[in-house]
């Protein structure tokens, strides 16, 4: 390639990690990188769609059997039939448990995939608090709340917490440990679209930034600041940016 040989070892490195000089400061066309996990297929959520499409026989069954019969009237069962699939499609719809979606873990902070092809996403920088419990991971942060099961997303769950902690320390707790699943391999990481900074405000001037070229982005965390006012060290998670 006709690379230069100066500057690619910066380019080709993970965003997280320091470049030659130490700063982790970042360009918006640097690159950037997470990790897309899947969702492990639970027992109740195999169990639900078991019983939707038991139910929704069963209700078409019943209205078969109870108005469309030509020959001899409603069958005696038909409205048992009928009632019973209701009941079981209303239980499916106010317990049941759909399927969860992809998770992305990396340089652009906690992603999920929601339907329609929407993605919502919380920074490092915007996270306020993260909450573990004995079933859930819990990112709060910028009007975004992302819960990911420590089940089904057993894997993301852990990276998020182990990311959290090297990222923004401060937003987690000492005591706070989620330990990845046996055996279980990250996926490869992927690369990551730059952020959109339109009418976003720099974290040290507060003066909005309207030019691409003028944003510089902390790697660690992903706060932004504009280029004439980056501090020495990132206001939200102390990396060194100078
Ligand atoms: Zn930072």
């Known amino acids: 390639m006709a690379e230069k040989t100066t500057k690619p070892k910066r380019k080709a490195a993970a965003s997280a990690k320091p470049s030659s000089d130490g700063s982790l400061l970042r360009q ?3 690159a950037r990188y997470e990790r897309r996990y899947e969702p492990t297929t639970s027992p109740f959520a195999i169990v639900t769609v078991l019983l939707f499409s038991l139910g929704a026989v069963a209700l078409g069954a019943g209205v078969y059997a109870q108005w469309l019969r030509s020959a001899d009237g409603p069958h005696p069962y038909a409205l048992y039939i009928l009632i019973a699939g209701a009941v079981v499609l209303l239980g499916v719809a106010l317990f049941g448990q759909g399927p969860a979606r992809p998770v992305r873990v990396g340089d652009g902070g906690v992603a999920i995939e929601r339907e329609d092809n929407n993605m919502e996403r919380i920074a490092w920088c915007d996270i306020s608090r993260l909450l573990v419990d004995g079933s859930t991971v819990t990112v709060q942060g910028d009007g975004t709340t992302i819960s990911v099961s420590r089940g089904v997303h057993a894997a993301a769950a852990a990276r998020i917490v182990s990311e959290a902690r090297d990222r923004v320390p401060s937003k987690v707790g000492d005591d706070v440990q989620v330990k990845a699943p046996e055996g279980a391999a990250d996926p490869a990481k992927e690369r990551l679209e730059p952020p959109q900074i339109a009418g976003k405000t720099c974290k040290a001037s507060g003066t909005v930034i309207s030019f691409e070229k003028d944003a510089r982005l902390c790697g660690r965390c ?13 206001l939200t998670c102390e990396a060194p940016l100078k």
């Open 28 to 30: 918006l066309s640097d």
């Open 222 to 234: 992903g706060e932004l600041y504009h280029k004439k006012s980056v501090p020495d060290r990132c």
